[in-house]
């Protein structure tokens, strides 16, 4: 089981070390989520009052778009540098090789949001958050999501020529639970009104989290093949 850890680590750490020699993944995903706050304060004229209101969808829209960006251009990268047939060639089980590349997504993501959450916070004139703590961990456990099953489509659509537009057209309809979720956790984090529904939203992120998580690793090795 150590070995097993050490190996997905090791293949994170690989494209986090890739990643930094030029931060090009990071800057366009940020770059693009930042640019949708400043579109989204000089869009609509939200009051102070309103803001709490229409931060979280907010928030996650940019979150979506720009993390699928990002997700598709290092799927993209990989195919056409070769470096997913290096990792391939690792002698590990192939649900390290996604988990790996899950790892480091997630990281990329969590990364992105830990810019974006002040800058759109901001622009929609928060006052402060009720509950952080349940912000933080809505943000997580979508994000987790997002990562896992973007993850396993972006592999899947990598040989494809048009896979920055294929994939959201899979993608998006097959994250609506996670999106709905995501924002309705953040809301009640920012607002403070925390009920029955909020705790329904946190089992089911959970239960996406686990499953999309565990099925596609599973399937990896069938989906390298192909």
Do not use: N
């Given at each position: 089981m150590k070995a097993y850890l050490r190996a997905v680590l090791a293949l994170?750490?690989?494209?986090?070390?890739?990643?930094?020699?030029?931060?090009?993944?990071?800057?366009?995903?940020?770059?693009?989520?930042?640019?949708?706050?400043?579109?989204?304060?000089?869009a609509f004229d939200i009051a102070s009052a309103e803001g709490a209101r229409f931060?979280?969808?907010?928030?996650?829209?940019?979150?979506?778009?720009?993390?699928?960006?990002?997700?598709?251009?290092?799927?993209?990268?990989d195919e056409v540098e070769g470096r997913g047939r290096g990792a391939a060639l690792a002698p590990v089980d192939r649900s390290a090789l996604f988990l790996g590349k899950c790892l480091f997504h997630l990281a990329l993501l969590a990364v992105v949001e830990a810019a974006a959450v002040p800058v759109f916070?901001?622009?929609?004139?928060?006052?402060g958050m009720a509950l952080p703590h349940l912000v933080i961990l809505g943000l997580f456990l979508g994000t987790w999501g997002f990562?896992?099953?973007?993850?396993?489509?972006?592999?899947?659509?990598?040989?494809?020529?048009a896979t920055g537009l294929l994939l959201p057209v899979v993608?998006?309809?097959?994250l609506v639970p996670v999106i709905l979720g995501g924002a309705a956790v953040v809301s009640a984090g920012v607002t403070g009104e925390v009920t029955a529904a909020t705790g329904s939203w946190l089992r089911l992120l959970v239960v996406f989290d686990v499953l999309f998580t565990a099925v596609p690793a599973l399937l990896y090795e069938s989906l390298m093949e192909v």
């Open positions: 994170a750490a690989k494209d986090a070390l890739l990643e930094r020699k030029s931060f090009e993944t990071l800057i366009a995903t940020a770059s693009f989520a930042l640019l949708l706050a400043v579109v989204f304060h000089f931060f979280p969808g907010a928030l996650w829209t940019a979150i979506l778009f720009a993390g699928t960006i990002g997700m598709a251009r290092s799927a993209r990268v916070a901001a622009a929609f004139a928060l006052r990562a896992a099953l973007g993850t396993l489509l972006a592999g899947a659509t990598a040989g494809e020529r993608l998006f309809p097959l």
